[in-house]
């Protein structure tokens, strides 16, 4: 059982009250194996609260976002999350998915394998899972509030955290930062999360290589590298061998944001200590640190070259199952835009007259009253969604060029939908309206292979020519290249609606989402299981 509660939280020498978990921050890890039904009764003490983490397989009624999935669960309800876990193995992340109340309520899922069977890498001396995170001084609902009242950006973290602690580089944080103690000459599974809400962030451990093995769940083909990304939502599996003698030295762990974006962002680093125990457990003083090194801010050709290194085991054991024909394409534009503002009122977005918005397709997405699946399951569509969804760019325009002069958007519930098991190819391409911007993309319900990517616009006739058909990354989550494009493919297996967004929460915020009905197969197993009893109400 897990309560959603309030409790005082210290950071940066500044006590504020969070949500959290059964009063931990980060919150508790949901630990099983694969092919386990897990059962977690959430009891909500608080304001309205959902959870997500996992790929739910004909049981949408568990996968959590508000208004689309179910509705929030009032305060002092409970509500019983009930699924199997199939075919993810690996490391994920669980979190609210309402407004901004993932900042603090999120928490590792850990998937571990069937019983009898391995890892298809070394065994780990040691597991540790490293949770990347975001801290505001002030409650981050009155942060989003305050901006979409204004219509402009809005405020911007005060640290990033690593397992919930600033470092050494904040103010008055030195106790709080985090270590890693390890030995020398063993193999340890760091499982490596980023539950920022705005933020992709770079990672690295200084002078020491990491094997990256798992991506959202997914083995990996093995591959080194000495910095990672990972953006908001993914998760990141990876080797860490440490050196076989007793260095006297320790190794500064960090984390610092990518941004390709025109607004402001939070240009700070967080900071960990990689700390080898000596032996004979002698106590050295005045060791070494040694500095890390990262990329530049906006490096995003290190992003795609990291990017492009995953891919998928693509063995007989751990299939890639990439749809090989297409029976559906759809070519959706990722990107920032306007609203215009509320009469007689000024407004502090782009221009005094317009407000900050986000889209796929110039459509930004209206949460209903009503949420979706449930209208969908009753037969009660009319006045909740509509089922338009445009398949491509109403109005075609050079994407990633001069911008168009007209940049506001049009609003609202509109869905697509898909008959079980359409293959689709989706082909999302970043737009240089209010500036090129990645965009890290999540999809519900199912992973995808990354087939594609590449920068400026993209080519229909060339560009898929290069599609890797083979050997692509599955995944869940994956950034959308600032200025540029990326190519998912998926099997419309799973009944039911799943929503797609951007898992920068502002960009959420401001409706850079959409939802995909997919439905019933003709089978019993193909079928949207019906609603539980305690299925939160409107």
């Not at 959603?4 to 504020?16: A, K, P």
């Not at 890890?29 to 386990?36: F, K, Q, S, W």
């Not at 080194?224 to 007793?246: F, H, R, S």
């Not at 024909?325 to 990722?334: E, H, L, P, Q, S």
Request: glycine share 8%; net charge positive.
């Amino acid at each position: 059982m897990v309560k959603i509660r309030y409790h005082n939280v210290t950071r940066l020498c500044h006590t504020r009250t969070i949500l959290s978990v059964n009063r931990r921050y980060p919150g508790p890890p949901l630990v099983a194996r694969e092919g386990d039904r897990v059962i977690v009764k959430v009891v909500n003490h608080v304001a309205h609260n959902n959870r997500h983490g996992i790929r739910q397989l004909t049981t949408g009624w568990s996968d959590g976002p508000s208004y689309i999935t179910q509705c929030p669960i009032q305060t002092n309800q409970s509500y019983i999350y009930n699924f199997t876990i199939t075919g993810q193995r690996g490391t994920l992340l669980w979190h609210a998915h309402i407004s901004w109340l993932r900042a603090t309520i999120h928490g590792p899922i850990i998937i571990l394998p069937k019983h009898n069977q391995s890892y298809p890498f070394q065994k780990p001396h040691k597991e540790v899972t490293i949770i990347l995170g975001e801290w505001f001084k002030v409650d981050p609902e009155a942060i989003i509030t305050q901006a979409l009242k204004t219509g402009g950006g809005p405020n911007v973290s005060d640290a990033y955290t690593i397992n919930g602690l600033p470092g050494l580089l904040y103010n008055c944080s030195s106790k709080d930062t985090y270590k890693l103690k390890v030995k020398p000459g063993k193999t340890y599974l760091l499982r490596l999360i980023n539950a920022a809400l705005n933020d992709e962030l770079f990672f690295t451990i200084a002078n020491h290589t990491l094997t990256v093995v798992e991506g959202d769940a997914i083995y990996t083909k093995p591959f080194n590298t000495d910095k990672l990304l990972i953006t908001p939502g993914q998760t990141t599996n990876v080797l860490l061998k440490t050196k076989p003698e007793y260095p006297n030295a320790t190794f500064l762990i960090a984390a610092r944001p990518y941004f390709t974006g025109q607004g402001t962002f939070d240009n700070s680093t967080t900071m960990g200590i990689l700390e080898y125990e000596h032996p004979f457990k002698k106590p050295f003083k005045n060791l070494t640190l040694i500095q890390p090194n990262l990329p530049q801010i906006n490096d995003t050709q290190f992003v795609s070259n990291f990017t492009m290194k995953f891919r998928s085991l693509a063995n007989d054991e751990f299939p890639a199952n990439v749809p090989k024909t297409v029976d559906k394409r759809f070519f959706f534009t990722v990107g920032l835009g306007t609203s215009p503002c509320p009469k007689n009122t000024t407004c502090q977005g782009p221009t005094n007259s317009t407000k900050f918005a986000a889209s796929f397709n110039n459509v930004s997405f209206t949460l209903p009253s009503v949420a979706i699946l449930q209208a969908y399951y009753f037969g009660q569509s009319n006045g909740v969604y509509t089922t338009d969804f445009p398949v491509e760019p109403m109005v075609p325009f050079n994407y990633t060029g001069i911008a168009p002069n007209n940049t506001n958007v049009m609003n609202g519930t509109r869905t697509v939908v898909l008959p079980f098991n359409t293959s689709v190819e989706l082909v999302m391409q970043d737009t240089s309206i209010l500036g090129a911007e990645s965009h890290p993309l999540h999809l519900h319900g199912f992973n995808f292979f990354v087939v594609g990517q590449g920068f400026g616009n993209f080519d229909p006739v060339k560009d898929p020519a290069k599609f890797n058909l083979v050997d692509p990354m599955e995944r869940n989550t994956v950034g959308v290249p600032a200025g540029g494009w990326i190519a998912i493919r998926f099997l419309a297996d799973n009944p039911g609606v799943w929503f797609m967004h951007c898992h920068l929460d502002v960009h959420t915020s401001w409706g850079l989402k959409m939802a995909w009905i997919v439905l019933d197969g003709p089978e019993p197993n193909q079928k949207l299981q019906p609603p539980p009893s305690d299925l939160p109400r409107c």
